[in-house]
């Protein structure tokens, strides 16, 4: 039986020293019980000779130097997995909370993973269609990507990433899927938007929620993510399922991770934040992917609120160097009641290239993807200039761009969060907005392309100015 | 013989500390505990030694043992490395999935390079030949593409007592044996070097050929020479990852050697899936047959990463010493330090700037220096280079960046990528006005030997025409572009014709993704002209909008897909503009 240690020497916010251990190991996780006999847990973060630190993730609250009792597993945090973990909501640590007994597990595995290898790792290349225009034409989501949302408090992120998991799917395929949802430090009201969204939609029983509100402890959201993850790897790559995992709010996350840092008095890097965010991010984000021969996938659409709007703040920015492109959620769009508010110039999906085209959404989705990001760019900057020296100061052509401008923003970017558009959808607007620009204008489309596809859109206008007149 | 020992005492992460490890060295490599974990001695202090550890070290603790080997942390050279892809510390990672699995599991550990392949190999020397270091042995055809030369040791110089003769060898056969001075050695197919220490040579020479990479705006505007050193900062989403990966696709080097440093996993997956389809345009053979991979990704151990860039360029070093030209690309070199300043924190060293170790600036200057056009050992005087191009990823692309300000500092070439230009959907999104190449000049003879005597001058003009446009934008911000004259308004258009139809290419478009430098010349050739007749149709009183909207122009802008069999096409369009020009003024003259 293992030993009970009452040397605890030091209790410092979430960390506690104990003296005299003897053979504690880094990363072990270790019982702790309190004085009225309530049990704590924690996990070694540094161990020198016979001295340990412990970080406690339920909090030090209630902690006394003389009655407190420490015992060590030998283990790190793992977590029991089943195939009957679909359809349970957990709290932040792992524990259920839907009123149910704990999953029989049939396998345990520790929650930090070890690194895919990269040579095991198979190229994201399927087209996930969600439905939302911005986002399937122009930034296109794939099996195995890591796609976070860049969001401001107060946009609607929680509506965008429902509706993505409502109406994601790969198409022509009947395959097994399934959400993974994990809420760090979220308001009460935005995890029971969630779940009750999933409980309308069905999409309850295949998914797997992990729960840590605002008032939770803060050190358990540092578990909370790889909880998520690690029970996703195990629906992906043991059970050969499709996985969809929403992380929400990274912010939050890396707020905890700073918390733990400043208790250790740790040199800090950019705004308080530790060093090794970057790295520690990393171990996240990398979770997803394909592995060559397993049919499984995880696809991560982490949530982060960029503190004042700021894109080169440390959480989204690290984020931007991890991840395989952002949606960037615009407060300029929200207030033109525009949804959902995805501002697609700064917005980009790294793996776009090799998801899309013939045999995967359609062969002119390339070019005409090109030449809406231009013409809006091209229309943008004529806007600005317009409202800067007034209409009169641009060229005819330039107008003309002006106008795309906003009729992509009202007709392309916008659709209703119940509305499900097909690519073909997302295409055909984008040719009939593109149909307005001189046809000499379209340089990033090739010639074949415009003569097949471009040609009914120009009659249709044709035929409008004709009655018109 | 029995492993010496030592004592854990602290485990703080990837820090280890050990005490009375026997005859402790600076950067020997260590094994921690039972589970053998790669380890590197990075600092000593009385019988405490600090060891950085290139795995997790959950479930180690205080009182396990450490083993240490007498050796620096040394990567294998030998037949085997082209085409392979390694980890941080040079473990094999396809040998690694076959025995261990799609995850890394630590403590796996495999040779770098195989031990029962046989290799062809053909001796170059006979029995009684003086040799010196860096001498060929004998060499191997390590795949289509590359000869791989097995040359004399450094160290080693004397007479050739023994050669095998031709015929099938592993690498761990004893080659030749060599009797020197100090006594015979034995050479195999195979040896090993130190990653901290730079492989010698005889002399550096100056730069004089520009490595081309069939990227307009680079080979055009700001080279970068064989042997030379360039970085690539930007903002994330800025292509730094894409230029990085063209560049090893299409810059005529004999050999690549690709880091990819606390970067992402799948952009390691995508070379490997891309790489073996491609032909290298000169050779015709899968580019995959010229490349070395070295992958340590974001979530893989921090300090294998801090390793990593040392064991791609002793690789490169070694190609070099063979007498080929290397280009190493390193995406990205911030990561690298930042997997420094990890390891300086856990050290609690004192900070410097930013919290990076204050020696983080001489660390990536000897980095850096590591490249270079050289004159490699040997008895026969033979030249070769390594060119060396980093990515820097600075925190919210600010520039004044410590890393970015160090290597700033060193390398002579220095591209700068902006994101407008990205949101714009511009690639390569490099700032033509904040860029710089300082090997420019220098190359200037051989590009008007290349490419033609007026290049230069053309390159010049279209420069100067993108400054002026900047300066008549700032203009038109004030006051409309109404106010400005013809001319002006011209020197904007052309402008225009230079970024979109030049600088703009399209790294997954077939015919775009590649320009060779005819084919560049021909299409600067092409504005250049219409430039020319545009002013000449404007003095004779050509409305400029007529100009604009002359058809030639959408044969311009669609230039860049003719393929590069097809060049005559250029003779046709610029016969088209001459007449299309003609008739305009035609129409002026005669009303």
């Known amino acids: 039986m293992a030993k009970e240690y009452i040397t605890t020497r030091n209790i410092a916010g979430p960390l506690i020293v104990v003296d005299s251990v003897e053979k504690a190991t880094y990363g072990e996780i270790v019982e702790i019980k309190t004085a009225d006999g309530s049990i704590k847990r924690g996990q070694v973060l540094e161990v020198n000779r016979d001295r340990a630190l412990i970080q406690v993730f339920e909090g030090t609250s209630g902690l006394n130097l003389g009655d407190t009792k420490i015992k060590f597993l030998g283990r790190g945090v793992e977590i029991g997995l089943a195939p009957s973990i679909l359809g349970r909501i957990f709290d932040g640590f792992g524990n259920p909370i839907d009123g149910n007994p704990p999953v029989i597990p049939e396998k345990k595995s520790d929650i930090n993973g070890v690194p895919m290898n990269p040579y095991a790792r198979n190229y994201p290349s399927e087209f996930i269609q969600t439905g939302i225009s911005a986002i399937d034409g122009l930034n296109t989501l794939v099996r195995g990507q890591k796609l976070p949302i860049f969001s401001g408090s107060g946009l609607p992120h929680a509506q965008i990433a429902a509706q993505i998991a409502r109406q994601a799917k790969v198409r022509g395929e009947g395959e097994k899927f399934a959400v993974v949802f994990a809420a760090m430090g979220v308001t009460f009201e935005e995890a029971n938007y969630f779940i009750n969204d999933f409980k309308e939609t069905g999409a309850l029983e295949r998914s797997v929620m992990f729960i840590n509100l605002g008032d939770d402890p803060v050190i358990e959201r540092i578990a909370t993510p790889r909880f998520a993850l690690t029970t996703a790897e195990y629906l992906a790559f043991d059970l050969d399922m499709h996985v969809l995992v929403i992380l929400t709010d990274m912010t939050n996350y890396c707020e905890a991770l700073r918390e733990i840092s400043a208790a250790r008095k740790e040199v800090p890097g950019r705004r308080g934040y530790p060093g090794y965010m970057y790295t520690d991010l990393a171990t996240m984000y990398e979770r997803a992917g394909r592995i060559k021969g397993k049919k499984g996938s995880i696809t991560q659409i982490p949530i982060l609120t960029m503190p004042e709007d700021d894109k080169t703040h440390p959480i989204p920015d690290l984020t931007g160097y991890i991840t395989e492109g952002q949606i960037f959620l615009s407060r300029n769009l929200h207030q033109q009641a525009i949804y959902p508010p995805i501002d697609v110039l700064p917005s980009l999906s790294r793996l776009k290239d090799k998801g899309i085209g013939k045999g995967k959404t359609r062969e002119d989705h390339s070019d005409v993807l090109n030449q809406l990001f231009a013409a809006y760019a091209r229309g943008r900057e004529a806007r600005e200039l317009a409202t800067v020296l007034g209409e009169s100061a641009l060229t005819k052509t330039d107008l003309i761009f002006v106008k795309f401008a906003d009729r992509f923003e009202q007709e392309f970017v916008k659709q209703d969060p119940y509305e499900d558009r097909s690519i073909e959808e997302t295409l055909d607007i984008g040719w009939k907005l593109l149909s307005m620009i001189p046809v000499g204008e379209l340089k990033r489309i090739r010639p074949a392309f415009i003569e097949k596809y471009l040609k009914k859109y120009l009659k249709q206008e044709e035929e409008a100015n004709a009655s018109q007149r | ?591």
């Open chain 2, 1 to 591: 013989m029995e492993e010496r020992t030592g004592t854990i005492v602290k485990v703080a992460g990837p820090l280890v500390i050990a005490e009375d490890i026997p005859g402790a060295k600076m950067y020997e490599m260590v094994y921690v505990s039972n589970k053998r974990l790669f380890g590197e001695i990075i600092e000593i202090k009385g019988n405490l030694s600090s060891i950085q550890v290139y795995e997790d070290t959950s479930g180690i603790g205080p009182g396990d043992p450490v083993f240490s080997t007498g050796m620096p942390l040394s990567v294998e050279l030998g037949p085997g490395m082209i085409g392979s892809i390694y980890d941080g510390v040079q473990r094999p990672l396809d040998v690694l999935k076959e025995k261990y699995g799609d995850f890394i599991v630590r403590g796996s550990y495999e040779p770098a390079l195989n031990r029962t392949k046989k290799w062809h190999f053909k001796p170059l020397v006979n029995k009684g030949d003086e040799v010196v270091q860096g001498d060929v042995l004998g060499e191997v055809q390590e795949t289509l593409a590359i000869t791989h030369r097995i040359l004399v040791p450094v160290g080693i110089s004397g007479k050739v007592k023994e050669i095998v003769k031709e015929g099938d060898y592993v690498v761990e056969d004893v080659i030749a044996k060599i009797e020197t001075g100090n006594g015979t050695k034995e050479v195999k197919m195979y040896q090993k070097w130190p990653v901290r220490i730079g492989r010698p040579y005889l002399k550096k020479l100056p730069p004089v050929r520009p490595l081309i990479t069939g990227q307009r705006v680079i080979d055009a505007f700001f080279p970068i020479a064989k042997g030379g050193t360039a970085c690539v900062p930007g903002p994330f989403g800025s292509g730094k990852t894409v230029i990085q990966h063209q560049l090893s696709k299409w810059s005529d080097a004999d050999i690549i050697i690709f880091i990819g440093c606390g970067e992402r996993g799948n952009e390691m997956t995508d070379v490997l899936t891309e790489f073996p389809e491609l032909k290298d345009p000169r050779s015709g053979r899968p580019l995959m047959e010229r490349t070395i991979l070295i992958a340590n990704t974001s979530n893989m151990p921090v300090a294998a990463r801090e390793a990593s860039v040392f064991t791609g360029i002793t690789m490169g070093e070694y190609f070099r010493d063979m007498g080929y030209s290397v280009a190493l690309m390193a995406d990205s070199t911030s990561r690298w330090a930042e997997a420094m300043r990890e390891m300086s924190g856990r050290l609690e060293e004192m900070p410097g700037e930013e919290g990076y170790p204050a020696y983080l600036a001489s660390r990536i200057s000897s980095f850096y220096e590591r490249a270079g056009r050289v004159i490699v050992l040997g008895s026969k005087e033979k030249e070769a280079t390594l060119s060396v191009i980093g990515a820097v990823s600075p925190p919210g692309g600010d520039l004044s960046d410590p890393v970015v300000q160090a290597t700033l500092r060193t390398v002579r070439v220095f591209w700068s990528l902006d994101a407008q230009l990205a949101y714009a959907r511009h690639f390569p999104s490099i700032h033509w006005l904040r860029s710089y190449s300082l090997y420019a000049d220098s190359l200037a003879d051989f590009y008007r030997k290349e490419m033609g005597e007026d290049w230069i001058d053309m390159r010049k003009e279209a420069m100067r025409i993108l400054r002026r446009e900047a300066e008549l934008q700032e203009m038109v911000r004030l006051v409309g572009i109404d106010a400005l004259s013809s001319s002006d308004r011209l020197t904007m258009e052309i402008a225009r014709s230079i970024r979109e139809d030049f600088l703009q290419q399209n790294a997954f478009m077939e015919e775009d993704t590649f320009t060779s430098l005819k084919k560049q010349y021909r299409m600067m050739k092409l504005i250049h002209l219409f430039y020319e007749y545009a002013k000449e149709a404007l003095e004779k009183g050509v409305d400029l909008d007529k100009i604009v909207e002359l058809p030639v122009r959408v044969d311009i802008s669609r230039a860049k897909l003719i393929p590069e069999d097809n060049l005559e096409k250029f003779d046709e369009i610029e016969k088209k503009m001459q007449e299309e020009f003609d008739s305009l003024i035609k129409e002026v003259q005669y009303g």
